[in-house]
């Protein structure tokens, strides 16, 4: 069965210091990976995804994300984090052929930011 | 003006009441969806429009009624609701075209609560 799993429900983190966020999916073919984040009160917005090629993707707000397949990770990191971070991060898998919308999401994590 | 908007942005029913969620996409897409995010569950997919078609239905209740009479709106009737129906209720959008970009536009949601 198709799921994806964000180990870590809550993170704390102090302004400055980096982040990385875990993800691990499972998947039968050859996934499409993707962060999003929510901001309170917010919609979702797309920080970055993978489709093939480099394994280590760039996204907005300084967020970057690698690719293992050998660990079915797909896990988001920021080398110093910003108060304006604080929000909730979804990682989710999708499927070539899919539609754009039929994404399995994670439950995310929560990311606070402590000053 | 944000891209996807939505309408009510909380709304308290109860169990016996109709009432309906509006959601108007100013982004020229041809594909809308209607998402429920429950507290410490999976963004959950309910509903996929592609050019004002319905593609998907993810076995949801008969008591959520969809609508979508052009690309740009999309409505979610409600009735008989269960309080377990509660939740964030988030319409998104996005371009079906070619390959699939992953990237869904998301409104700010609607807090529904049923008592």
């Known amino acids: 069965a198709q799921s994806v799993t964000q180990p870590d429900i809550h993170i704390t983190v102090s302004e400055g210091a980096s982040l990385e966020l875990r993800c691990n999916y499972s998947y039968g073919a050859t996934p499409y990976l993707f962060w999003y984040v929510q901001s309170p009160g917010q919609g979702l917005q797309l920080l970055l995804k993978y489709f093939s090629g480099d394994t280590l993707v760039q996204g907005i707000k300084g967020f970057e994300a690698e690719f293992k397949r050998s660990q079915s990770s797909f896990n988001l990191r920021k080398p110093s984090v910003h108060w304006s971070d604080a929000a909730e991060y979804f990682c989710a898998v999708g499927a070539l052929g899919g539609s754009q919308g039929n994404l399995i999401f994670g439950k995310g994590t929560k990311l606070s930011v402590k000053p | 003006e944000t891209g996807v908007t939505q309408t009510p942005r909380h709304l308290v029913m109860g169990m016996t009441n109709k009432k309906s969620l509006k959601c108007e996409q100013h982004?020229?897409?041809?594909?809308m969806y209607w998402y429920k995010q429950s507290a410490k569950k999976p963004l959950e997919l309910m509903f996929v429009y592609n050019f004002k078609e319905q593609t998907e239905n993810n076995s949801v209740p008969s008591r959520f009624s969809p609508e979508c009479p052009n690309s740009s709106h999309l409505f979610l009737h409600l009735h008989t609701l269960q309080p377990e129906d509660s939740a964030l209720y988030l319409c998104a959008s996005s371009q079906e075209q070619g390959e699939p970009t992953g990237e869904l536009f998301f409104g700010e949601g609607s807090r529904l609560t049923v008592l």
């Open positions: 982004l020229g897409h041809n594909a």
